[in-house]
């Protein structure tokens, strides 16, 4: 007893666990099956029109089975069987009368047959039509949702709506539309037909029905809050399973193999003693509906047979054995609906999880100004912003002009704002005050699409796509010509590396950049949007990982390409600060000093200290 105690509160422990994960409390309340049903299921009415009348003529099937019955032990068997011997023209009119129903009922059967296929087809297809339509708009929403949502969902979470909660969508139609619109007509008209043959022993049925319904509603709850918990379970088992894998080598050098294998293992055996727990909820429902039904299939049996051996009420054999048979009809949509009713649930947790997402704020609407050029200056004015995971603010009151052409660096400790004028100038986020002007209009007045194609923007840990070098290098401008990449591969000193590759510019890149090396992933992105010909462009401490010989010619380069181009470069190197026009220090997201090298170095300070820690002095 104190065993089974402990266990159910285990259970309980794991469900309330579940509920609070904060990652999965953003759902919005909407009507999600009308929504569903208005945006997904909309566009295949047709289908699912002709699905229906297939289903409907396939449900009604089953009564014409059962009146064959009849006709066959009432008008055909009873006859002869109360004839001691049967004359040659009786024989005969036995058997034509067996071989017409047997005709009948193959016909009957072959329809079946044929609305069955054209059901599963069509529900085949609506299901995969649907999951393509919800995995499109997720990836789309998600190139255009507000950089805030990465920043408190793991990624894995994110899968997790595209695979696992899509696809449970798209079983649940493939597997249950046909119950969805069959079942409800099968338990209406299977009723009325019983009560019209008679009302009598409908009524058992009519008194059996609530307790069967009384067993679903007092579980009904608890497979919502299982499913619910279940689900977001799932959700975090694939958060906690991508974040491991992209930190697999933090792991290894701490050595917690097995202290992840456990977090790991306790997940997967908590989604397994609640699936169980579904799953007992699932049998509980089948072991009510079959009690139910053999417990009024024999009270019927009992009552007909009881009234035709009387002979009461006018009943025949024929008549009780297509009651019978009428009744299955009557409590198989019962427990279909009800076993159905479990699965959406748990299909109802996942529509309103991908809901949640596509209902998630993208960034901020787009202006209607469109720039064919930013031939002007670049105008902070009295910008603060913080962002949604944090207090305290990364920029307060930031007020800043950059000329045309400019080229200023960015200069800071840790933390202080420098990478945040950067996500503001791409309206990656919005200022909470203030204003951003590009070419005097106002940043939010303008199309964020035509602004990044003349700003471009270089990492501090460049990204690479799995792919050949030649792709990712054209993945900014896919109708670059060869020359063109050759010719900005050598200004960025990729050119004769790449050359001495056995597939030269071919040659294929694994998942992020692994085999390259931490300056040769700077170059590539640095070369990739120097191939756009940007005309401005921000640089995140691009020469951090390069040799000192590889950087003075980077930074020979650079001055080059910047002719004519404004720059904002974030580092931390006197030598590349020292380079730009305008130098800017930014401290707890304040602008502390502004001025040129030889000014600076002059002033106490943040610059001050760096330049003697680098010997600049």
């Known amino acids: 007893m104190t065993t089974g105690r402990s266990k159910r509160q285990r259970l309980d422990h794991i469900v309330r666990t579940a509920l609070a994960d904060q990652q999965e409390q953003s759902g919005i309340n909407v009507d999600d099956l009308g929504r569903f049903a208005r945006e997904f299921l909309r566009p295949h009415r047709r289908a699912i029109v002709l699905t229906f009348f ?273 009744s299955q009809q009557v409590f198989q949509p019962i427990q279909s609906l009800t076993g159905m009713a479990a699965v959406m649930q748990v299909a109802m947790v996942s529509l309103r999880r991908v809901f949640a997402l596509l209902d998630e704020p993208g960034v901020a609407g787009s202006g209607r100004i469109r720039l064919s050029g930013m031939a002007g200056k670049i105008r902070f004015d009295n910008v603060t912003f913080t962002y949604p995971t944090q207090t305290h603010p990364a920029l307060q009151d930031v007020s800043l002009d950059i000329q045309p052409a400019e080229h200023v660096a960015i200069m800071g400790p840790s933390g202080s704002g420098k990478t945040t004028i950067f996500n503001l100038l791409l309206r990656f986020y919005e200022p909470e005050k203030g204003g951003i002007h590009v070419g005097g209009v106002h940043l939010s007045d303008v199309d964020a699409s035509s602004l990044r194609r003349h700003v471009r923007y270089v990492q501090q840990e460049p990204f690479l796509f799995s792919g050949t070098l030649m792709e990712n290098l054209r993945y900014g401008a896919p109708q670059s010509s060869i020359a063109e990449i050759v010719e900005v591969a050598k200004q960025v000193e990729m050119h004769d590396f790449i050359s001495k590759l056995p597939e030269k510019y071919e040659t294929e890149v694994a998942e992020q950049g692994t085999g390259l090396s931490g300056g040769q992933k700077q170059r590539l992105a640095l070369a990739t949007a120097l191939l756009t010909k940007p005309e401005i462009l921000l640089l995140d401490d691009t020469t951090s990982a390069l040799d000192s010989q590889t950087e003075a010619r980077i930074r020979e380069t650079l001055s080059k390409v910047l002719e004519g181009r404004t720059s904002l470069t974030i580092t931390q190197r006197i030598a590349t600060a020292r380079n730009c026009v305008r130098i800017i220090v930014l401290e707890d997201g304040r602008i502390t000093q502004s001025g040129t090298h030889e000014e600076l170095r002059l002033q106490e300070g943040f610059y001050r200290n760096i330049c003697k820690q680098q010997d600049a002095l």
């Not at 036995?94 to 005709?103: T, Y």
Request: charged share 15%; with cysteine.
């Open 54 to 326: 297939a289903l409907l003529t396939w449900a009604s099937i089953a009564y014409f089975f059962a009146m064959t019955n009849r006709y066959l032990i009432d008008r055909v068997l009873a006859p002869e069987m109360r004839t001691p011997s049967l004359s040659m023209d009786r024989r005969h009119v036995l058997i034509v009368g067996v071989l017409f129903v047997a005709g009948i009922n193959m016909i009957l059967h072959t329809i079946g047959m044929a609305c069955h296929w054209v059901t599963s087809f069509l529900t085949l297809r609506i299901g995969q039509t649907m999951a393509i339509s919800f995995r499109e708009r997720i990836a789309q929403k998600l190139d255009a949702l507000h950089l805030g949502y990465y920043d408190r969902t793991q990624t894995g979470r994110i899968i997790a709506r595209i695979q696992s909660d899509v696809g449970r969508i798209q079983n649940t139609i493939q597997g249950h539309l046909s119950q969805m619109l069959v079942e409800p007509f099968k338990l209406t008209v299977g009723f009325g037909v019983l009560f019209f043959m008679n009302w009598r022993m409908a009524t058992v049925l009519a008194v059996a029905a609530p307790v069967y319904a009384g067993v679903f509603i007092w579980l009904r709850p608890r497979i919502k809050r299982n499913g619910t918990a279940q689900s977001r379970l799932s959700s975090r088992l694939y958060g906690l399973t991508a974040e491991r894998l992209s930190a697999v080598q933090v792991v290894q050098v701490f050595g917690r193999e097995r202290s992840e294998l456990g977090a790991f293992s306790r997940q997967v055996h908590n989604g397994v003693r609640l699936a169980q727990r579904h799953a007992l909820y699932n049998q509980g429902l089948g072991f009510a509906a079959a009690s139910v039904s053999t417990l009024a299939t024999g009270g019927i049996l009992y009552f007909g047979l009881s009234a035709v051996r009387k002979e009461l009420h006018g009943m025949t054999l024929g008549e009780v054995v297509a009651f019978v048979q009428l």
